[in-house]
């Protein structure tokens, strides 16, 4: 899976340099939440669920790399590197309360909704991220590719 993921990003990285940055990650979180929100419900269908886990694994993966690369594009010089820790640390503290959370989700709801709870998280990522597009910062993301 590590491999899958770091090809995702880069895979992101390209799309994200040849037609914009907070387009490729908006589409990815959107992707990602929507497997989030799908995912519980092809529990009892193999074929379906080993499809959504392998496009919600690449998609959730590849908007982390583009935050990061739109932090050191659009942080000030001095504070790169501590931005780039505190966004590190925020998305490790998001997955460590979500992997806790889901096996209580699966006792209190079950399979299909235990994953629900999940999507909220890419849905106002893509509204921040929409909102990041509208300012005229963005300009400065992907070499001027929002």
Do not use: K, N
């Amino acid at each position: 899976m590590i491999g899958a993921g770091a090809v995702s990003c880069v895979l992101a990285g390209l799309a994200a340099d040849r037609i914009g940055r907070t387009a490729v990650t908006m589409v990815a979180m959107v992707t990602s939440g929507a497997c989030a929100a799908s995912i519980g419900f092809a529990f009892h269908r193999p074929g379906w669920l080993v499809l959504v886990a392998l496009v919600w694994g690449f998609t959730i993966v590849a908007d982390s790399a583009q935050f990061s690369a739109a932090i050191t594009e659009l942080a000030p010089a001095a504070y790169v590197g501590t931005a780039l820790s505190l966004q590190t640390s925020v998305g490790f503290l998001i997955t460590l309360a979500s992997t806790w959370l889901v096996p209580r989700a699966i006792e209190a709801w079950g399979w299909p909704w235990a994953f629900a709870f999940l999507a909220p998280g890419p849905v106002l990522g893509t509204l921040a991220m929409a909102r990041l597009r509208r300012l005229p910062e963005s300009a400065r993301l992907a070499g001027g590719r929002r």
